[in-house]
T-cell receptor
């Protein structure tokens, strides 16, 4: 069974610090990797997508992918209280089905 | 980015009634739509995959006769929860994709069955 694993947290970091979120996946054939942010009672919103090994930066966010280790991470620099949310790692295969991790709750303390 | 509209955002109904939730892609044609259910503090659980003009593919453990999905056009999919019971109370979210690109989510529907 294809799985996506995340530490449920909560992960607590002070304002201005770097938050590091990690995710592992079981299907070596996975081709697409996503990070979604979900506020309580809201639907997920896409913040990063990555398709090849290495780093991808977008503003304060950096996604890192290592297919050999089946590992994907998200770094949030200069964390803000508004970044407090649940972050969902999602992995897609050659088809259209996307598998979501259980999410990591992040708290950024002011 | 692409916009997916989902209605209603919140519904409260009596046990035994049916509830219909609509999911529309407003500015693109969605080849595939997905329906998820999310219980409090849990992740998204895929219920079914819906392709326009064909029957939905349900995930294991999801009752297709209880959760009716209709994907009548490339911009509209509906989920009907038939004979709803309190255990069906959950947050239901649709998403759409065009040609296998990233998922675009609707705003979700909070269903409360009394």
């Amino acid at each position: 069974q294809k799985e996506v694993e995340q530490n449920s947290g909560p992960l607590s970091v002070p304002e201005g610090a770097i938050a590091s979120l990690n995710c592992t996946y079981s299907d070596r054939g996975s081709q697409s990797f996503f990070w979604y942010r979900q506020y309580s009672g809201k639907s997920p919103e896409l913040i990063m997508s990555i398709y090849s090994n290495g780093d991808k930066e977008d503003g304060r966010f950096t996604a890192q992918l290592n297919k050999a280790s089946q590992y994907v991470s998200l770094l949030i620099r200069d964390s803000q209280p508004s970044d407090s949310a649940t972050y969902l790692c999602a992995v897609g295969g050659g088809g259209f089905k996307t598998i979501f991790g259980a999410g990591t709750r992040l708290f950024v303390k002011a | 980015g692409a916009v997916v509209s989902q209605h209603p955002s919140r519904v409260i109904c009596k046990s035994g009634t049916s509830v219909k939730i609509e999911c529309r892609s407003l500015d693109f044609q969605a080849t595939t739509m997905f329906w998820y259910r999310q219980f409090p503090k849990q992740s998204l659980m895929l219920m079914a995959t819906s392709n326009e003009g064909s029957k939905a593919t349900y995930e294991q453990g999801v009752e297709k006769d209880k959760f009716l999905i209709n994907h009548a056009s490339l911009t509209l999919s509906t989920l009907t929860v038939t004979s709803a019971h309190p255990e069906d109370s959950s947050f239901y979210i649709c998403s759409a994709t065009r040609q296998g690109e990233k998922l675009f989510f609707g705003s979700g529907t909070q269903l409360s069955v009394l």
